[in-house]
């Protein structure tokens, strides 16, 4: 399988806020990076809000039991090339939802995914959430954190949530023109969506949360640009291995 960068095809960019209140700020947040990001490059969004669908994740303990609506975010985000993820900070964390809402995400699906971290908070102090609670939970997920993150407090916003501060701007545009070279990188652009169909198909069935999906196939990955060399490598090394076995 060869995967080549197709600077034509958008980005599938899948953003998700942890925010409850509507309007509301992290919403903002996340929506200035995307619209930094659109002015950029071409990108495709999903765009997935907890303020709209955390009332429907409503006690669910397996996949299979939330509305379609949420499976079909979930599927989403398995498929997407880069995330783009804000929270507000609440106990010096991400909300409860936001978490919950990823609790569901097959553990294998995000391997090596582009992730672009975001959170507004009341105060200046909790700005290392996004070192601290983010960067954690998608290093679980192997995923590739960006190394530039946003962080906002309240002061950062007009009274109707847009972006006010220069300072607040000048770091969305930052983080996007890092992240930039490292998104058209990928090679995989909308390529890992055909790829993953049959993980998210799988955990949508499969009753427990916790199963991780078994896939032969190494994912399209954004930080491997040829996937055959990827996969002879491991094949050499797993030969190998089994030839020290014996
Ligand atoms: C339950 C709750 C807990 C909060 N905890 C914190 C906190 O620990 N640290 C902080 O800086 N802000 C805290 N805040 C303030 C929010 O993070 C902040 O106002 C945020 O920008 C709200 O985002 P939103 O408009 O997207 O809801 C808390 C707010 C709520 C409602």
């Known amino acids: 399988m060869s995967h080549q ?25 996340v929506q200035a990076i995307l619209d930094e990001l659109a002015e950029a490059t071409q990108i495709h969004v999903h765009f997935i809000k907890l303020s709209e669908i955390g009332p429907l994740l409503g006690g669910a303990i397996y996949r299979n039991q939330l509305p379609q609506r949420v499976q079909d975010d979930l599927a989403a985000v398995e498929a997407a090339d880069a995330l783009i993820v804000g929270t507000p900070v609440y106990r010096a964390s991400f909300t409860g939802l936001f978490k919950y809402f990823f609790d569901f995400v097959e553990q294998t699906a995000l391997v090596d995914v582009l992730v672009l ?12 959430v996004l070192e601290h609670q983010l960067r954690p939970l998608f ?6 954190t960006l190394p530039i993150g946003v962080y906002a407090t309240d002061r950062d916003f007009t009274p109707e949530y847009t972006v006010k501060s220069e ?6 545009t930052l983080a996007v023109a890092r992240a930039l070279p490292i998104l058209e990188w990928a090679p995989t652009k909308g390529k890992r969506a055909e790829v993953i169909k049959a993980k998210t198909e799988q955990a949508n069935q499969n009753l427990g949360i916790n199963k991780q999906i078994e896939q032969a196939e190494v994912l399209p990955s954004a930080a491997v640009p040829d996937l ?5 490598r491991l ?7 089994l ?3 014996a």
Do not use: W
């Open 117 to 128: 971290l975001a959170a507004s908070g009341g105060s200046d102090r909790h700005a290392l």
């Open 243 to 245: 030839t020290q076995v």
């Open 167 to 172: 300072q607040l701007a000048d770091r969305v």
């Open 5 to 29: 960068n197709n600077l034509s095809t958008p980005l599938n960019i899948v953003a998700v806020s942890g925010g409850l209140n509507s309007p509301s700020k992290t919403e903002s947040l």
């Open 235 to 241: 094949h050499q090394k797993s030969n190998k291995n």
């Open 139 to 144: 290093s679980f997920f192997q995923a590739q």
């Open 228 to 232: 055959d060399a990827a996969e002879s």
